[in-house]
């Protein structure tokens, strides 16, 4: 009887050190506004454009083990067409009016499937990924490459991703008579922090 308690005993002990090296668990996390940034680059027949979103949001969940990401379960994350500034109202509502926001108000992606996760150093991982972008009502599904940093319980995506316009039916802003025009793709930028 006395064995079978020391033996339970250690056991026990044994669980309690050694558990947590390879707890697995998952990690639930919406997008920190104030420590998040996307900006759109783009072209004119002129001169060069930036716009800011000044408004998004998202949840994401990962699977951790010993501190390791080791699966990202979901991932979404939308921008309200209405909050891209860009400083200047004329051509905000241009963007908004090209980006059809009374009908369809978010910018949105959508994690599909998990293609590849890269450890690149520790808490930095490259993860390769294929999502459903939503842009004017149109969806369509695109590879995305995502930079991820561990820092404590916050996971912060980086990337950048060249959009065609025109194939989610946008058609360029134009302004002063059609004298400017902007061009078809755009460069989205962005790091996104969830916690």
Not at 51 to 64: D, F, R, Y
Not at 172 to 177: E, I, N, Q, R, V
């Given at each position: ?145 995502f930079t991820v940093k561990l820092i404590g319980k916050k996971m912060i995506f980086s990337g950048k991703q060249k959009i065609d316009m025109t194939l989610y039916g946008v058609e360029p802003p134009k302004a002063l008579m059609g004298t400017i025009k902007t061009g078809k793709d ?10």
């Amino acid at each position: 009887m006395n064995t079978l308690k020391i033996n339970f005993k250690n056991w026990f002990l044994l669980f309690i050190v050694v558990a947590p090296i390879y707890t697995v668990f998952a990690q639930d996390a919406k997008v920190v506004l104030a420590e998040s940034k996307l900006v759109v680059d783009g072209t004119s027949n002129v001169h060069d454009w930036t716009i800011e979103a000044k408004a998004m949001s998202g949840k994401a969940s990962a699977t951790l083990e010993a501190g390791d990401l080791k699966a990202l379960k979901s991932l979404d994350f939308s921008v309200e067409v209405e909050q891209l500034k860009s400083g200047k109202s004329g051509m905000d509502k241009n963007t908004f009016k090209a980006l059809k926001s009374a009908t369809n108000k978010n910018i949105s992606f959508k994690l599909v499937k998990v293609i590849k996760i890269t450890t690149v150093s520790d808490n930095n991982y490259t993860i390769e990924t294929q999502g459903d972008l939503t842009i004017a009502g149109a969806t369509k599904r695109v590879n995305q490459t995502f930079t991820v940093k561990l820092i404590g319980k916050k996971m912060i995506f980086s990337g950048k991703q060249k959009i065609d316009m025109t194939l989610y039916g946008v058609e360029p802003p134009k302004a002063l008579m059609g004298t400017i025009k902007t061009g078809k793709d755009v460069v989205v930028d962005f790091k996104v922090t969830y916690n």
